[in-house]
């Protein structure tokens, strides 16, 4: 069985360094988003916003900061598609040090299609939900690996 999307290595730029000499936590949401893009991107096909008038919007997204990211770091997205519907696609992304192959960053969050024209949640076409669903098959095993998923945000372990 194939293994969940792994990103080629992500850029950190300058502008994401906060005064602690670290990637600030905003940017590691950016980090995840960009990994979440390039998996998308195959599903979605050529032209999604223009050629189709369809696009997603993000619904819900919790994010967790478990190491330290710094400009020399070389990090990875591992995308994992969990679950989907009609309209909405749950996914989590881990971010990946290079280095020494830790997590440093962990997001799960819903993406919504959207209408481009009505700026409502729409359908995905056909097509796109049914390469949607052949990736959440894909990486089921991958998902029911995470044990980090549909954690609530708490002061309490677990």
């Known amino acids: 069985m194939a293994d969940a999307f792994v990103s080629p290595p992500l850029a950190i730029e300058q ?3 906060d005064h ?8 590691h949401l950016v980090l995840v988003d960009r990994a979440l893009d390039l998996a998308f991107e195959p599903l979605k096909g050529p032209n999604y916003l223009a050629g189709r008038g ?3 919007f993000a619904g819900e997204v919790h994010v967790r900061y478990l190491r330290e990211v710094n400009a020399e770091d070389e ?3 591992r995308v994992i598609l969990v679950e989907s519907d009609a309209k909405r696609a749950l996914w ?3 971010i990946i040090r290079a280095s020494d192959g830790a997590v440093v960053t962990t997001a799960e969050g ?3 299609s959207v209408s481009a024209e009505s700026r409502r949640v729409a359908p995905f076409p056909d097509d796109v939900r049914a390469r949607i669903e052949a990736v959440v098959a894909r990486d089921a095993e991958a ?3 995470l044990d980090w998923l549909g954690r609530r945000v708490s002061m309490r372990r677990g």
Do not use: I, Q
């Not at 602690?20 to 940017?27: C, D, F, I, Q």
């Open 110 to 112: 819903v993406s919504l």
């Open 143 to 145: 998902a029911a690996g």
């Open 54 to 56: 369809m696009t997603t």
């Open 92 to 94: 989590a992304v881990e």
């Open 20 to 27: 602690n000499g670290h990637v600030n936590m905003a940017y």
């Open 75 to 77: 990090v990875r997205g």
């Open 15 to 17: 502008a994401f360094l």
